[in-house]
T-cell receptor
Framework: ETGVTQSPTHLIKTRGQQVTLRCSSQ?????VSWYQQALGQGPQFIFQ???????GRGNFPPRFSGLQFPNYSSELNVNALELDDSALYLC???????????FGQGTRLTVV | GENVEQHPSTLSVQEGDSAVIKCTYS??????FPWYKQELGKGPQLIID?????GEKKDQRIAVTLNKTAKHFSLHITETQPEDSAVYFC??????????FGQGTILTVHP
């Protein structure tokens, strides 16, 4: 059984650019959630996808968007990058919406 | 929305001592309370969790207690080892799968 994998591990972008982060969920898991973790803080919920539909959203602007594919892998897209978007982006997968969430190693995004 | 407070922010213990981290939450509808350990450069790792219909759960040196009336829960680590050094996060789930995290506790275990 493979765990949650994210790509890339590190990324540097310029302010105003767009970025796509990817996540492969754990085998058999149909729910993927994305979190943003600023340095020294706890993860903040961005949104969740369940069976390819957005199932809930945190307090993030519309320039944060996502997708979930039929194989339950997922993408996080961020448009018009701002310096404050620099953070560790975490993907978590669950067997179902109300079961344990397992995190990937994260993507470290730096916006300059 | 849900608010989770975690204390202390840093905790330093000697190897073999016990460590206790506490969290309080605001939403009485919260029903699931996991604890995560995060090592430098890694994602959070689930170490133990408890649901609202249980008061205590133990897994070897780690235990979690829940007081739903007071809306607080705690992580207890006994016989601490240097490899327990990490950042620990509590979290709370109220609806669907959204987790609200505490601010984290940096645990340092001195040999």
């Amino acid at each position: 059984e493979t765990g949650v994998t994210q790509s890339p591990t590190h990324l540097i972008k310029t302010r105003g650019q767009q970025v796509t982060l990817r996540c492969s969920s754990q085998s058999g898991h149909n729910t993927v959630s994305w979190y943003q973790q600023a340095l020294g803080q706890g993860p903040q919920f961005i949104f969740q996808y369940y069976r390819e539909e957005e199932n809930g959203r945190g307090n993030f602007p519309p320039r944060f968007s996502g997708l979930q594919f039929p194989n339950y892998s997922s993408e996080l897209n961020v448009n018009a990058l701002e310096l404050d978007d620099s953070a560790l982006y975490l993907c978590a997968s669950s067997l179902h919406r109300d079961t344990e969430a397992f995190f990937g190693q994260g993507t470290r995004l730096t916006v300059v | 929305g849900e608010n989770v407070e975690q204390h202390p922010s840093t905790l330093s213990v000697q190897e073999g001592d016990s460590a206790v981290i506490k969290c309080t939450y605001s939403d009485s509808a919260s029903n699931y309370f996991p604890w995560y350990k995060q090592e430098l450069g890694k994602g959070p790792q689930l170490i133990i969790d408890i649901r609202s219909n249980v008061g205590e759960k133990k897994d070897q040196r780690i235990a979690v207690t829940l007081n739903k009336t007071a809306k607080h829960f705690s992580l207890h680590i006994t016989e601490t080892q240097p490899e327990d050094s990490a950042v620990y996060f509590c979290a709370v789930r109220t609806s669907y799968g959204k987790l609200t995290f505490g601010q984290g506790t940096i645990l340092t275990v001195h040999p």
